[in-house]
């Protein structure tokens, strides 16, 4: 199976390009391109091994729920080029992660389970048990460091550090309350439970939009509903959909990303049920079928796609 692993453009016009753990993202003119490669990443490393196919996946799902969303809250995107790409306004990014839990589950857990209580500036109910609901999402931000792990930050430190007005602040909140009320409803139809998720957002002429992607399974958390409230009864942990597989086989080879630890190659079948297994999410998820976009060179087929694109103007 072919894969896209990395990708080395120069289009005319170019002003830049940024390589992050998955997608290459070019500025080119006024207009962002965003390439999703078939990297996949777990515990902050990239694997060796691309999964064939991610890349469409999750840029076909991110449209899927741009294009959803879009008539509650303003987005970036315009144009989806080529199965891998999708382009639009190149945006001033905010540094924050909006993220917002409507389950006690992960980082909240963790530090639930502590003692703790106060998690950004939020206090959680006390007497809640692991994957229970919370009585309404909570909203708790991440400051988007230069380098390393992402920061809890509170509202308050937000304001305080002016990194937003107070008034930038309540779009930003009620954008992210929107988001999650409508990715909870389209979870729901497709026997879901979005239990958690993070959106970013940018300006563009002075307006706060939706940038990067929306409610992936990269970006998201999601539960099967069926069996939920059963296996909460009993304590059992619920069933994930989401590349928590991927996670669980590296622990099983001995890796979780600490220090001294080497990472595994995957074998040659794994990742082929990698890839499948995404593009199971995806027709879960979206309730469409998945329609493999194959060719010779992929990588020729990309260029060829944003050219065109970028060539309409």
Known sequence: MESIKE????????????????????????????????????????LYEAIPYKGQVLNQLSAHFLEATSDAVPNWLEAIPDP??????????????????????GHAW???NSGE?????????????????????IITPAFKADEGHDEDISKEEILEKKIVTPEQYAVLEDYTYKL????????????????????????????????DEVHTPDSSRYFYAEGFEEKLKNGEKPVQ?????????????????LEGQKLPHLPREFVELVSERYIELYE?????????????????????????YLNSF
């Not at 209580?117 to 999402?137: A, S, T, W, Y």
């Not at 909870?184 to 993070?198: C, P, Y």
Request: with cysteine; hydrophobic share 40%; charged share 30%.
């Open 117 to 137: 209580r106060m998690l950004c500036g939020v206090r959680m109910p006390d007497n809640m048990i692991e994957n229970q609901k919370f009585p309404k999402p």
């Open 7 to 46: 990708t080395n453009f120069n289009f005319t016009g170019q002003e830049s390009v940024y390589k992050g753990k998955v997608r290459d993202v070019y500025v080119v003119n006024d207009k962002l391109i965003m390439i999703a490669t078939d990297r996949i990443s777990a515990f902050d490393h990239v």
């Open 284 to 308: 879960r998820m979206t309730g469409k079928k998945f329609y493999r976009a194959f060719a010779p060179d992929i990588n020729q087929r990309i260029k060829e796609n944003i050219n065109k």
């Open 84 to 105: 891998n790409v999708s382009a639009g306004k190149k945006c001033n990014p905010i540094r924050l992660e909006m993220v917002i839990r409507g389950y006690l589950v």
């Open 241 to 257: 959909l989401s590349k928590e597989f991927v996670r669980e086989w590296l622990i099983e080879n001995g890796f979780q990303g």
């Open 110 to 112: 963790r530090t639930y």
């Open 180 to 211: 999650f009320e409508i990715g909870s409803k389209m979870a729901e139809e497709r026997g879901l439970i979005l239990v958690d998720t993070k959106y970013e957002f940018g300006f563009f002429n002075d307006e706060i939009i939706l940038i």
